[in-house]
């Protein structure tokens, strides 16, 4: 009996600066990113994360089996996440992935594209930041929203944090 080998689940991820940050721009997002993108290789799926371009990553085209790509980013105080976010999100969205993994809530303002074009594909949202924001989520693009998974709250120097996962469906 042959048994079928299943293709890997292919996930792209974005609104990171870069990974890895070999500069001053790791924050949390990245680190959040670069820990938990080699994971998802190491379960054998096929991730994708798309870059800042200016950001420091050592000029890799992949770290730790995860593939580097760097998207266009205009680098005006205010633009270069949503630039950077917008370019990510439509090579993404037609980049033939099973997921679109958004981190962040700014970078989260795009994913109406992936809801519109990409109707088979599962679009996740990783919100990272300080209580209160999630009341935020409730008004996100497109509604219908669900969340999969909550980390209770934690306390880091005095302020309380989160990281939810919304699915939107």
């Not at 299943?6 to 997002?29: E, F, Q, Y």
């Not at 670069?34 to 992949?62: F, I, K, Q, S």
Request: hydrophobic content about 40%; some cysteine.
């Amino acid at each position: 009996m042959k048994t079928e080998k299943k293709a890997p689940l292919k996930i792209a991820m974005l609104g990171h600066k870069t990974v890895p940050a070999m500069d001053s721009s790791r924050g949390g997002i990245e680190v959040v990113v670069e820990e938990l993108a080699p994971r998802l290789v190491e379960m054998g799926c096929e991730v994708t994360c798309y870059n800042r371009t200016g950001c420091d990553n050592g000029g890799l085209a992949e770290y730790k089996g995860v593939k580097l790509k760097p998207v266009p980013t205009f680098k005006r105080k205010g633009l270069a996440a949503m630039t950077s976010s917008f370019f990510a999100t439509v090579k993404a969205t037609f980049g033939h992935y099973d997921v679109i993994h958004f981190h962040a809530e700014g970078p989260c303002f795009w994913m109406w594209i992936p809801a519109i074009f990409c109707k088979k594909r599962c679009v996740v949202a990783t919100i990272h930041g300080v209580m209160g924001i999630s009341s935020t989520l409730q008004s996100a693009p497109l509604g219908g929203q669900r969340c999969v998974a909550e980390r209770p709250p934690s306390v880091t120097n005095g302020r309380p944090k989160y990281y939810s996962t919304v699915l939107l469906t």
